[in-house]
């Protein structure tokens, strides 16, 4: 299945960015998010808690941590909103560089949502 039959709103540059933004020693690959996402349909998550369950999953290999971060999923009809709180401090290893690795992750929400037919958005938020 093309990215195309998938999501309409996930073009194909969207997911090279996200193979680009992750390629390096520490890469996250597409079969690890499937993973993720099937141990949580594995153990009868619900569509939205599959979703937080991969937030979290990111997070955890970005943040130094991973204990200071809260992950709430608000699933309204068919979307649903993520909102991420961290510390201050590991705000920018989350965001990245012009914002490349926030954008890689709502690339990857989308994907993964498009496979349930859900329409995910993200928000950051610092806090002290």
């Known amino acids: 299945m093309s990215v195309d039959e998938r999501n ?4 194909q540059e969207d997911v090279e960015e996200f193979d680009d933004t992750y390629n390096g020693d520490e890469a996250i690959s597409e079969d690890d998010i499937d993973q993720v996402m099937d141990e949580a349909a594995d153990a009868g998550d619900n569509p939205a808690e599959q979703l937080h369950t991969l937030v979290v999953w990111l997070i955890d290999q970005l943040v130094d ?6 992950v709430d999923a608000i699933e309204r009809g068919a979307s649903v909103q993520i909102q991420v709180r961290l510390p201050e401090s590991d705000l920018g ?34 806090q002290e």
Do not use: C, N, W, Y
């Not at 309409?8 to 073009?11: G, L």
């Not at 989308?110 to 928000?123: F, N, P």
């Open 65 to 70: 941590d991973p204990g200071s971060v809260t």
């Open 8 to 11: 309409q709103f996930v073009s």
């Open 93 to 126: 290893k989350l965001i990245g560089r012009g914002g490349r690795i926030a954008k890689s992750i709502r690339t990857a929400l989308m994907i993964a949502g498009s496979r349930h037919h859900i329409r995910v958005s993200l928000d950051i938020e610092g």
